[in-house]
């Protein structure tokens, strides 16, 4: 066993004094990912700011009881009662 340790082969000089080269897909891949978050995220947060909730213009600032009230009676919640009506008699065809 010593002897075939000791006969086992070198590596050519020029592959061991051979620099090493820089791989530069992965920085390319990192660059690309990092730019494509960043661009997502301004375009999450500009669309979250100009989002409207539901029944929005209805609403006031003020947050004492009878504001609150006045809101929810003002928020027309007629077509979510249609909404769960057909999703129940969806869910019962099944």
Do not use: C, H
Not at 10 to 21: C, G, I, V
Not at 45 to 56: D, I, L, Q, Y
Not at 61 to 69: F, G
């Amino acid at each position: 066993m010593v002897e075939f340790e000791q006969n086992r082969p070198t590596a050519p000089a020029f592959e061991q004094n051979a620099p090493k080269q820089k791989a530069w897909g992965p920085t390319i891949g990192l660059i690309i990912i990092l730019l494509l978050i960043i661009v997502g995220s301004l375009y999450f947060f500009k669309n979250e700011k100009s989002a409207v909730a539901p029944g929005g213009d209805n609403e006031t600032a003020s947050n004492d009881l009878e504001s609150i009230e006045a809101d929810l009676n003002s928020t027309d919640s007629g077509s979510i009662d249609m909404e769960i009506d057909n999703a129940e008699q969806e869910i019962n065809q099944l």
